[in-house]
DNA sequence: TCAACTGCTTGCTTTTTGCAACTGGTTTAA
DNA sequence: TTAAACCAGTTGCAAAAAGCAAGCAGTTGA
């Protein structure tokens, strides 16, 4: 029982549960890459994330509330991660480090047009996808009328990347 | 030359800046606490940095182009930390990190008063509080017509502080 | 002149990160 | 039926970072 946090604010406890340097990647990848298996975590990351790192917090992560862990039915020694309302509600955030990034970051143009989506959009796009976040992963109901803003999202990813691609191609 | 991040995402890059323990913490308590010189920033920290890690912040910090350091006219060892536009631009971060601190952890009552008010002015209050922080680190010229968003989040927090003393007090 | 204050630095131990190889079990396809 | 590929991690070790306590030279104010 050493549940002793360094203080009672609101930044710096937040900080104590996502301030490190891969936590926030594995629930990235989760949320805007809908990947939920170990393997897909590993070896589609975009930082090349270490295999005992992301064994490590993504149970640090469960145990916090952050993650949930449940078995896939389609395979004995799957497990599939997911988002929790703890986490879903970190989009706000993410979008205001998403802006930030691009304003002051090297960042390339296929891995941030999201966070530009994102941001050009505002709350209201956020509430929206964090409503789609909580049918994807905490099984609420979806209302069928709603396009889906993480299908707009990988449309526009992948489309800059196929546009880049044909540029490349053009250019050879 | 070794400026090789571990990829060009938005979040990612922001992370590589500004992802552990104690480089928010720094940037808080110069943007909240107006602490400018290394002594405030090492006696009055909340979460007790040590001086060598408090050092080696402030250095890689305006190594990155987050904050600036200039010599105190008054004393000639005294060096004066302020936030440059870069730093300033995290104050929405900072607001939704707070909002999800309190939302989610244990925060207490003093600490978190300030991003209560942050929370509920919204962006609006965001802006004003940005702009003030201009006049007050990067020398721009002030408004005085405005009243002033620290000294109002500094008000609520010193009320909270005494009203809680009072019922100490009270209580004994 | 001397105590207190200034921004750090040093030396040391503990903790975290990172790398690479490995494990035991499961599924798939020949 | 059996071998190859896939599954979620583990293990051992080296390097880096964090944390602690003490110390330092220069500066200031009484």
């Known amino acids: 029982m050493n549940e002793a946090y360094r203080s009672g ?12 340097r891969w936590s926030l990647i594995v629930i990235r990848d989760i949320m805007f890459g809908n990947r939920r298996h170990f393997r897909e ?3 589609n990351s975009e930082e090349s994330i270490a295999s005992n790192i992301l064994a490590d917090r993504l149970k640090r992560l469960v145990e916090r509330g952050l993650l949930s862990r449940e078995d896939d039915p389609s395979h004995k020694q799957k497990g ?6 703890m986490s879903i509600r970190l ?15 090297p960042v390339s143009e296929e891995l941030s047009i999201r966070a530009q989506l994102l941001e050009e959009g505002g709350r209201p796009l956020w509430e929206d996808f964090m409503e789609e976040l909580r049918v994807l ?7 069928p009328a709603k396009p889906s803003v993480f299908d707009r ?8 990347v196929a546009r ?9």
């Open 41 to 43: 975590l590993l070896q």
């Open 9 to 20: 604010c609101p930044i710096n406890l937040t900080l104590e549960v996502l301030g490190d």
């Open 153 to 160: 999202l990988r449309a526009a990813y992948l489309e800059v």
């Open 164 to 172: 880049n691609a044909a540029a490349a191609d053009a250019a050879e």
């Open 91 to 105: 989009v706000p955030i993410f979008a205001e480090m998403g802006a930030w990034g691009r304003r002051f970051m």
């Open 137 to 143: 992963h905490l099984h609420a109901p979806r209302d």
């Open 80 to 85: 599939i991660y997911s988002l929790t309302e």
